[in-house]
């Protein structure tokens, strides 16, 4: 008798059509970041972020300011005429309208979307939410500056005198971000440098600079008269 012939073989399974088109990537967990002038009513926030930088710094034995000495400096004159403050708020959702931190005409916010791995798990959430936005909002870092002038350049330039970003915000672009738009805003303004001091133990701080193509100037050391010193000259000294 005949072998009986062997079974057919099994149909291919189809394989289901993609949700993410070809040739593209996952979004991940997008963030919305904003860049924006400070204004008074972000100084609680500014103060605590001063505050967390002491702490980072090793430097809470010099911190002394508070909101009002604060609220009483910053505002005194018009952005990038005297002492600055960018914003960096992060959120979940696109921005709208806001028409609280829109209206300066001297600076339009900036944003960005930045596309992470893993959600940012923010214990200050609630602490560091944006005043006048929407609850999702939340505040993540700053930058401090104002003018200098560089007497060889025959041209201002921007100090940056603080640079910070909240420890959970921290390797994901968001400094760079914040130190560029101050660079930004200085080649549109015509001024020839920006220039900021670090720490020398900070390494993760002087790599980051580097690669952002600024020079560490090993040469050169910071001079300050402050506290007593200072006040003696205000005594006849």
Not at 41 to 47: A, F, G, L
Not at 99 to 122: R, S
Not at 138 to 163: C, H, Q, R
């Amino acid at each position: 008798m005949a072998a009986a012939a062997p079974p057919p073989p099994p149909a291919p399974v189809p394989t289901p059509p993609s949700t993410v088109p070809e040739g593209s990537t996952p979004l991940g967990f997008p963030v919305f970041a904003r860049i924006r002038l400070a204004q008074p009513t972000d100084v609680p926030h500014i103060h605590k972020l001063i505050h967390q930088m002491a702490v980072f710094e090793r430097l809470t034995h010099l911190f002394s300011a508070t909101e009002a000495s604060l609220s009483s400096t910053l505002f005194t004159s018009p952005p990038f005429q005297s002492f600055t403050i960018f914003i960096l708020e992060v959120s979940s959702q696109p921005y709208v309208e806001d028409i609280l931190h829109n209206n300066n005409p001297l600076y339009q916010p900036k944003v960005q979307v930045v596309n992470l791995d893993l959600p940012i798990d923010d214990p200050e959430r609630v602490t560091f939410r944006s005043t006048g936005s929407s609850s999702d909002v939340v505040i993540a870092g700053f930058v401090l500056f104002f003018p200098n002038y560089s007497t060889f350049l025959g041209k201002p330039g921007f100090y940056v005198e603080d640079l910070f970003v909240r420890e959970c915000y921290r390797r994901k672009g968001f400094g760079r971000m914040l130190l560029s738009a101050v660079a930004k805003q200085a080649v549109e303004m015509g001024y020839g440098r920006v220039e900021w001091v670090v720490l020398d133990w900070n390494v993760n701080a002087i790599k980051f600079y580097e690669e952002m193509g600024a020079k560490i100037l090993q040469e050169w050391r910071i001079c300050r008269l402050t506290g007593d010193a200072l006040q003696a000259y205000g005594n006849g000294h």
